[in-house]
């Protein structure tokens, strides 16, 4: 897969892209991602790619002109790889919603173009002329869509293959079945008064894997409600079960 990210702070997004588990496995070339500067496609001497909103109010909104000729360039190189049009995001706070179930349809895609906006917010008119769709990572505003960005290249790519040693490391996790994942425990067995719970010392597979199992559902009840109920309707439970 090939991930694009159109940014103002391409460093930024590298840099956090180049740790940990995600940094790991692009060394090793499971994946690609490249990030781009908007600041380049600027048609100004001063490089300057935002201004004052029409009809007055707070803030600076980015141009719509260096945005839309900095994704041309990344639909271009797709191209010239033998790629498809990418799918293109915008990260807005007026996205839809994002979800584990989003991530993995973006998972599934050849290559995806996530585009950050910055200040009050980019000309509606380049969202409307390049948007397949737009994204929020939740109800609250960050000061760019940097962030939102690497959450969802973080969770698209951590589903490609040789990203994680196994599926199992993302099929038990929350929200892959529609529940939050069940308590984990590791040394030592009693840590301040607290000892692990008898079971998971017992050896006993299947006893293991139906505590698991309640855990999460009353995990899930307990804390997401909302998930709890959709995760009985999509079963036909009822949700006392």
Not at 20 to 40: P, T, V, W
Not at 49 to 70: E, F, K, L, R
Not at 168 to 185: A, F, H, I, V
Request: hydrophobic share 35%; with cysteine; aromatic share 8%.
């Amino acid at each position: 897969m090939r991930i694009d990210i159109a940014t103002l702070f391409p460093d930024l997004c590298d840099t956090v892209m180049s740790e940990s588990i995600i940094g790991r496995a692009r060394r090793k070339e499971c994946f690609e991602l490249h990030c781009h500067q908007i600041r380049d496609y600027t048609l100004n001497k001063q490089r300057q790619v935002d201004d004052y909103p029409y009809g007055g109010g707070p803030g600076m909104v980015m141009n719509a002109q260096p945005i839309h000729d900095c994704c041309l360039e990344i639909i271009r190189q797709n191209e010239a790889q033998g790629l498809p049009r990418p799918h293109i995001v915008f990260m807005t706070a007026a996205g839809q919603p994002y979800t584990e179930e989003k991530a993995r349809q973006l998972a599934q895609l050849p290559n995806l173009l996530l585009v950050c906006g910055h200040y009050e917010g980019m000309d509606e008119r380049v969202i409307e002329e390049l948007a397949d769709e737009e994204i929020s990572i939740g109800d609250y505003v960050l000061t760019g869509g940097e962030l939102a960005a690497l959450v969802v290249a973080d969770s698209v790519l951590r589903l490609q293959p040789g990203v994680l040693s196994a599926p199992e490391g993302y099929q038990e996790e929350s929200y892959w079945n529609g529940l939050l994942e069940y308590p984990q425990y590791t040394r030592p067995e009693v840590w301040q008064g607290r000892a692990v719970p008898p079971v998971l010392l017992s050896g006993h597979h299947a006893n293991i894997e139906a505590w698991r199992a309640q855990q999460a559902r009353e995990r899930t009840r307990q804390r997401r409600p909302d998930l709890w109920e959709k995760y009985c309707k999509d079963r036909g439970e009822t949700e006392k079960e």
